[in-house]
C-alpha cells in the first residue's frame, strides 16, 4: 500500500524511540574507522517539515520530538542525549531528521547507504531532501555523504541488495504496517537478507497496535528463533516504549497505537542496556 503519509507523524514518540536507537547503533559502528553499509528499507522523504498542515493537524510532533526539546535537560540517558545532539540544528530550522537523514550525519567517507522507497511523492521528496546540505551545529560542518537511492518494492530490495560489498553495517526497516500482509512479508524479507549477509546488524520496527498483538507476536518469534539457526546465530533483543494505556484507547478513532518497539538482530555491545535505560526515561517524560 502507498497511502501512507509520515508527514503526519514524523517526531512523535515512536520516532523518538527508533531515532534514539539508530544513533545509538550508528555511533558504535562509527566507533571503528572500517567503512559500512547501511541499507534502509523503507526511507521516506528523509526530512520532514514541522510546520506542515498535515504535522500541526495531528499534534503528534508537539507531543513528542517538539516536547522532548523544550525541556530543561541536565542529564538524559546517552541515546537521549545522541538522538537530540542530531536533531537540534533541523528543530531550530522547524525541520524534523528522518532515518536517512541521520544516517548522512553519521555517515563517512567510504561508507555505503542505500535508500529503498516507492511511494511516488516520498521518492521525489528523498531525491531532493539528499541532495541538500546537512544541518550541523556552527563549526561541526561536514561533506554529505551521497546515498543510492533506489526506487523498488523493499521486501524484494532486502534480496537484491544483500550481501554488500562492504559487509559490515546495518539493515533497517519499518513499514507502514497498514496491511495486515507487512508483518510476514518484512518477516520473510528479513530472513532472507539475514542469510546472505549474517554479519549485518537488522533493526526492526513495529507498532504497539492491540488488534495487531498475535501479527506482533509471530513476527517476532519467527524472527528470534531465525537468528538462532545456522553457523552463525546471533542473539537478539527488542525494546518498547509504551505511552498510553491500550484499554483507555478502545472508544477513541484511529489506529490505536498505543506504543512502538524495536527489534534488533546481532546488536552492537551494550545496546540492550543503553535502550533499557532510554526507553525506560521516555514513558516517564511522554507517557500520558
Not at 506542515?52 to 503528534?60: F, H, M, N, S, V
Not at 524479507?189 to 507498532?207: E, F, M, S, V
Not at 526515561?281 to 507517557?287: C, D, F, Q, S, T
Request: proline fraction near 6%; glycine fraction near 6%.
Amino acid at each position: 500500500m502507498l497511502s501512507y503519509q509520515h508527514e503526519y507523524h514524523a517526531g512523535n514518540h515512536a520516532d523518538i524511540l527508533k531515532h534514539s536507537c539508530l544513533c545509538m547503533i550508528l555511533e558504535s559502528l562509527c566507533k571503528k574507522e572500517k567503512p559500512f553499509t547501511i541499507i534502509d528499507l523503507h526511507a521516506g522523504a528523509g526530512v520532514f517539515n514541522l510546520n506542515d498542515e498535515r504535522a500541526l493537524k495531528t499534534g503528534e510532533a508537539k507531543s513528542g520530538i517538539e516536547y522532548l526539546n523544550s525541556l530543561s535537560l541536565s542529564s538524559c540517558p546517552e541515546a537521549i542525549g545522541a538522538y537530540l545532539q542530531k536533531e537540534s540544528a533541523y528543530l531550530a530550522q522547524g525541520l524534523y531528521a528522518g532515518t536517512p537523514e541521520l544516517e548522512r550525519l553519521y555517515g563517512r567517507k567510504g561508507d555505503q547507504i542505500h535508500l529503498v522507497e516507492k511511494h511516488p511523492q516520498a521518492i521525489e521528496n528523498l531525491k531532493n531532501n539528499m541532495s541538500l546540505p546537512l544541518h550541523v551545529p556552527e563549526g561541526l560542518a561536514k561533506a554529505a555523504l551521497q546515498p543510492k537511492i533506489h526506487n523498488k518494492d523493499s521486501y524484494k530490495a532486502a534480496d537484491s541488495l544483500t550481501p554488500p560489498l562492504i559487509k559490515r553495517g546495518l539493515i533497517i526497516a519499518d513499514p507502514s504496517y497498514e496491511d495486515a500482509e507487512d508483518y510476514k512479508k518484512v518477516t520473510d524479507a528479513l530472513k532472507t537478507a539475514r542469510k546472505k549477509w549474517n554479519t549485518a546488524i537488522i533493526a526492526l520496527w513495529y507498532p504497539l497496535i492491540s488488534r495487531r498483538k498475535n501479527e506482533t507476536i509471530q513476527m517476532l518469534t519467527e524472527l528470534e528463533d531465525f537468528g538462532k539457526l545456522g553457523t552463525t546465530p546471533c542473539d537478539s533483543f527488542k525494546i518498547e516504549l509504551i505511552v498510553r494505556d491500550p484499554e483507555e484507547m478502545k472508544e477513541e478513532a484511529g489506529p490505536h497505537l498505543y506504543g512502538s518497539g524495536m527489534f534488533i538482530m546481532n546488536p552492537p555491545y551494550q545496546l540492550k542496556e543503553k535502550m533499557e535505560e532510554a526507553s525506560k526515561w521516555l514513558e516517564e517524560i511522554l507517557k500520558n
